[in-house]
Structures are given as structure tokens and as C-alpha cells.
């Protein structure tokens, strides 16, 4: 930073000085400390700024995202118009900004880690030592991750494995999955997208992706937005697509380690993986949640392709985003699509309410927040051993409320989906169907079965699903 001053002294007049050292005073006490090399940079040089070239990339300032350049030239112009002085305009603003500070910038909309943004608003003396022990922790863990996936990629080359339906239990092997949500697609969609399009509200289709870091491929759920049930509840799907993937996809491990984002954390996985090991589909569950900001992941490489491909691609129907994912990788096919039903109502991934189910059998598990790392024996049915994080010491917890009495293994009744309503069928037919291709008309937009008019209170691009998908006009 003092070297870029110091150019500015050299080069430019006061004023343009006044802007320089308004950045840098802005930077110093806005920026946020994100997941960067900087991080990498700390942990090799003993917490100590690198010599030589590094210096200046290690003083990168990230500001948040929603700090953009007429943002903070605004805030500039005010602060300079109440000294009394005249502030720059906005294009020589920019100007000094990306040719002197490049190192001042604003990060791109990301998960930002609680820990790493609460350390970076701590003073420099009592931040070094905390922020240094926070990343050797994330780094124990994201190590050990690597070398799981590691060890599963060379079980997977020695035993020639696929995803494909295999017996549950049928391998003495261990095998690595990462699962997570991905933002939603609109559709239809065209490279050139017609600009009235902006402005309303195309057909939904959800993205939720199960990895296998062995491989590495992905199975990629599309979940059409009559697909979601209502209320929207994210616990039951990701139970509802990970036992499919499991039936359909997995590779017959007996041992299973799952990795996954902070934000997925819920108890409706530790009843199903407890349900799972105790009638034995797995001998061993290793869950690990990883915090945000240090959560990267398999499906958010494979979910980048898809999205990248997305863009370029003519789509008009489920079946079209079906193709993209498929030609996301069209060499390696890494990316399997898998629909979970049909803009006609067809289910494909039949859905069970598993939390209602097993709730009455389970116990809710204590200061749940505090823990990140979770496991599973089929020898000790019920107990999940729980660790704050990969050095810290277990804490065993029996989650089933009588160890005599456990849940079945079957039973389960399947819910069906609720379907688009009445109101959203209506906005689709009259506002999105015009901007589909004549074959797909009918398949994305088709007409509602029902044109009666909603209630009071109701508008036409409402949402909520309180009708179901076979409703008949009466």
C-alpha cells in the first residue's frame, strides 16, 4: 500500500492522492478477509507478510460484494464535498483505482466463513495468532477429506468401479460422496434471451447433486418446481434423493464417509443414517459438515459446468436441461442427469416422508449446533459419536428413545407431489408460453386444468401449491 502512495507522490497531483489514500482508508477498515491465497501465504510465512513480490499480494484487500466502485464513489464525493473539497468524477475514480490500488477489489458474492469475517474485524495484535490456529484447523480437515477421496480413487481404478444398482453392504470397501443444492434454473431459455423474459417468472427446475469423490462423477438431480413439496421442506429431499442415489447409484459400500455444507445440517440426517446402519445397508457412516467459506466440494465444480453450458444452450423443456448436464462434460460424462419427475406429473424418484416417520422413534440430539462431525455403527445401533471438529474429543449420544424398540426397515408410504397450483398453471399459460417453441408448448406451458379464478387475496404468479397436480375441472 505505502509503495503505491508513494508512486502517486511521484506521478499524480493532490487530488488524485486524496483518492489514494481514501482507498486505502476505506479498504483498511471495510475489507473482508475471504478464503484466498492470502490464507496459504499466512500459513507458509509463520503469520509474517512473504518478502519480496508476495508483499504486495498479500496486502489483496477484498471488500464485500456489495461494495462496487460507484458505491464507494459515492461515499468518496460525500466525504471530500464535507471537507470542502472537489471530488473526482466516477470514470477517473475507476481510473486511479485499477491502475495504482488493483489490490483493493470487490469479492464476488460467496458463503463467507463466520470465524474468518468475525477474526478479520479484530485488531491486527490479537488477530494473527487466532486466525492462524482457525485455518490449521480448516486445513487438518480439508486435508483429511483429500486424502479420503484419495484412497477412494484408487479403490475405485484397482475394482474398476461404476455408479450403478448395486446390493447394499455387498463390497468391504469405503467410498467418499459430497452432496449439496445447487441454485435454481429458469426455463425456457435462450443464449439471446428476449428481454420481456426478464420480467416474469419462467418454469422452475431445482439442482441437487450427489459426488462421488472416487470417481470422480455426479449424479444431478432435476427436481421440476411441481416436483417440491409444500411447504418447501430441503430435509426431506435430500433424505428422499440420497436413499435413491444409494438404490440406484451406489457401489455397494459398507463403510461411507459424506461430506457436505454447514447449511444442510439438519436431524433428519442423523435418523436416516442411524436407520440406515442398523439394518445394515451401511456398516459404517462417517457425516462431516463443513462450514461456509470452506465447504468447496465436488458438486460446486460439476454444478459450474452445468450452469456454464446452461447459458449456451437452447432450452425448453426438463428433458432439454437434462441433455445439458448430460453434454457438460461430454467427453468423461462426469455429470449423470437424473429427473425426478415430468412436467406432466410423471414420478421418476418416488419421495417418502421420512422425518414424520422416524421422529417418533428418535431422540433430538443436544447443542447440535456445536458439532460437525458425525458417525454411525451397525454394531451400536442408535449411538452417533459426535466431534466438534477433527481434533476435538467424541461425545457419544444414544438417539433412539428405547434401544429396544427401533424403527422398520420398509413400510414407508409415498407422498405425492403436490403439483403446480391452479394460479401458477394460469401465469404460466398466459405469460411464459409465448416465448416456448412449438413442441414444447404443451409439455412446459401446457393449459391449466382448471381456468376458476383464485380467491380474493390471490394473484396469478402466485405460488404456493395447495392445489394437487391431478386436480380435474369440475
Known sequence: MNAALEEFRRTKNEKTLRVAEFLVNYAEAHAVLLRTNTHRLLLHHGGKPPPGPGYEYFNTRKLPCSFNTATVWRVYKHAAEKLGGRAVNLSDFKRVWQRFLPQISS???????????????????????????????MNAEKSLYQETNARCGRTCEESRLSLAPSFPASRNITMSYSFDFAQQLHYPSEPQQPGPLYFLIPRKCLLFGVCCGGMPKQVSYLIDEGMMTAPWEPTTHQINYLHHFFLNYGVGETRVDLCTSEENKNHGLLEYFAWRTMHGLHQQVELHFRPAGHDASGPDALFGLVKQAFRRTRVQTLADIAGVVRDSTPQKQLNI????????????????????????????????????HFSFDARRPGVVTAKAHCHAEPFEFQLLCSPDVQPPAGGFSVQDPPGLSV??????????????????KDITCPPPVTWAYPPVGRCAHDVRRDTLWRTKPH
Open 107 to 137: 469479492e464476488e458474492p460467496v458463503d463467507l466463513c463466520f470465524w474468518c469475517h468475525h477474526l478479520a474485524q479484530l485488531p491486527d495484535d490479537m488477530r494473527g495468532d487466532a486466525l492462524l490456529t482457525h485455518l490449521d484447523l
Open 337 to 372: 442427469p437424473q429427473l425426478v419427475g415430468e412436467e406432466d406429473g410423471t414420478i421418476l424418484v418416488e419421495a417418502y416422508n421420512w422425518h414424520e416417520r422416524l421422529c417418533r422413534y428418535f431422540r433430538v440430539f443436544p447443542h447440535f449446533d456445536r458439532y460437525r
Open 423 to 440: 394460479c401458477r398453471q394460469r401465469y404460466l399459460f398466459e405469460k411464459v408460453r409465448e416465448f416456448c417453441s412449438e413442441e414444447a
